[in-house]
């Protein structure tokens, strides 16, 4: 009876030994005999926006809290602003040449927006603005009017050269005098602008002009609504800028474009010559070159944006290769795809790219491949209608990653971890100027 009952036990225990050794081998984190698929590996994170924020890019209370300074009671004279470029570039003028006016006591006439053949445009700045709201929005802040006294509105403002004014003292020393002496004048803002100078007054007028004052018209928002309801939810709103005349630009060079892509970029490149050898590794490990439709979907990846994701895709005419994005996303949407041939026909340059800014600052999550003039605007919006889904994709982590020779999960792993940093410590969320950084 007693070896029948020792065998029986053996078997149990052995049993039991088997049954625990194939359980390891089958539930063990890193199986020894495969490597674990990149798919698999990337599913395993959480997706980007569940990380917990430490920092937020909030509006200042000295700004959104406080009470403008009283405007004196005589003006030093008129300003026009003269804008030039791309919406998002001409705004940003705009606000800056607000904040000037207002430095040196002036009256602001509606800007100028200059037409430009290049950008497909010549809508005005009432065609884009409601410009009762924002004469409405900058009372007390900035004295605007919509026509110049008799005396005057027959007259050209002396056009005043601002390329090099920087600050508070460039304006008053050199500007402020030809206000008086003409008591109408315009400029261009510079393009560096040292507005941390400005007296809280200033800056305060810039900050209400920019996030506060400035409202598309109510046809541009109408249109935007219908756009934005169009968009299957929830979506990403994604700017990315891979145009022939953004890369020739940029004077960097591709591998394996399309024979139409490299054609297009030819013709857009004029007297500029990519970098080569040496240099143009040193000019992409800087972060100087436009991520292509390709590299933002390993991003996407990367950070466990699902590949279900409805995309929209806020990008002006011409993209290049974007089915290395959507052969990975494939429910991506554009103006053209949503909105009728003839709304489409009859806009300009200005007009859609006003579309874009609208869904993007509405948008459920906002990413950018660049850090332009929109972007910067649309991040900040973002901050102050309290939306801090906003991340910008490394153009400069890219290229470093991927110039050290990673690939596969190791480069997901390390894309993820640039990212999780930037997204977590709210890195680029909004400009400094108007918004302060607060500790959650």
């Known amino acids: 009876m007693i070896a029948p009952t020792v065998g029986k036990t053996l078997l149990i225990t052995t049993f039991i030994f088997f049954s625990v050794f194939l359980a390891l081998i089958l539930f063990s984190p890193s199986v020894p005999f495969s490597q674990t698929p990149l798919s698999s590996a990337v599913s395993e994170r959480a997706e980007i926006w569940s990380l917990r924020r430490i920092f937020e890019w909030r509006p200042c209370n000295w700004w959104i809290q406080g009470r403008p300074a009283a405007l004196p009671e005589k003006s030093n004279g008129y300003i026009r602003v003269d804008c030039y470029g791309g919406l998002n570039q001409m705004r940003r003028d705009f606000c800056d040449g607000v904040g000037i006016a207002r430095l040196l006591n002036a009256t602001l006439v509606l800007p100028k927006f200059e037409a430009a053949a290049y950008w497909n445009e ?21 004295q605007v009017v919509k026509e110049l006294p008799a005396e005057l509105a027959s007259k050209d403002p002396v056009r005043v050269d601002c390329s090099k004014r920087k600050g508070l003292f460039d304006y008053v020393e050199n500007v402020l005098p030809l206000l008086l002496e003409h008591h ?18 200033a800056k305060a007028a810039l900050c209400q002009a920019c996030y506060n004052a400035l409202r598309l018209t109510e046809k541009l928002e109408k249109k935007g609504s219908e756009l934005l309801q169009a968009i299957p939810k929830p979506f990403l709103s994604l700017h990315l800028r891979f145009e022939p005349d953004m890369v020739a630009y940029s004077q960097c060079e591709y591998s394996g474009l399309s024979a139409a892509s490299i054609q297009a970029i ?44 409805n995309i929209y895709l806020a990008a002006g005419d011409g993209l290049m290769e974007l089915e290395g994005l959507t052969s990975v ?14 709304d489409f026909k009859t806009m300009h340059g200005n ?6 800014y609208y869904v993007s600052i509405n948008s459920d999550s906002y990413m950018a491949t660049y850090f332009g003039n929109m972007d910067k605007m649309v991040a900040a919006m973002r901050a102050f209608k309290g939306l801090y889904k906003t991340l910008f994709l490394s153009r400069r982590g890219f290229a470093v990653l991927t110039s050290q020779g990673l690939n596969g999960s190791s480069l997901m792993e390390a894309l993820w971890k640039i990212h999780k940093d930037d997204f977590v410590m709210g890195v680029g969320s909004a400009l400094p100027d108007c918004f302060c950084e607060f500790k959650l």
Do not use: H
């Open 184 to 201: 109408y004048i315009s400029f261009t803002p510079a393009m560096s602008q040292r507005r941390d100078r400005y007296p809280p007054y």
């Open 351 to 356: 007009t859609k790219a006003a579309l874009d």
């Open 266 to 309: 030819e013709a857009a490149r004029g007297d500029r010559k990519p970098w080569t050898g040496e240099q143009a590794r040193l000019w992409r490990n800087r972060g100087k070159c436009p991520l292509t439709p390709n590299e933002t979907a390993i991003i996407l990846q990367a950070l466990s944006i699902p590949t279900n994701t």
């Open 122 to 142: 010549s809508s005005g700045f009432e065609d884009v603005f409601d410009v009762d709201y924002f004469i409405q929005q900058m009372n007390g802040f900035v």
């Open 329 to 342: 996303y494939a429910n991506v949407f554009t103006k053209s795809t949503l909105l009728s041939t003839e």
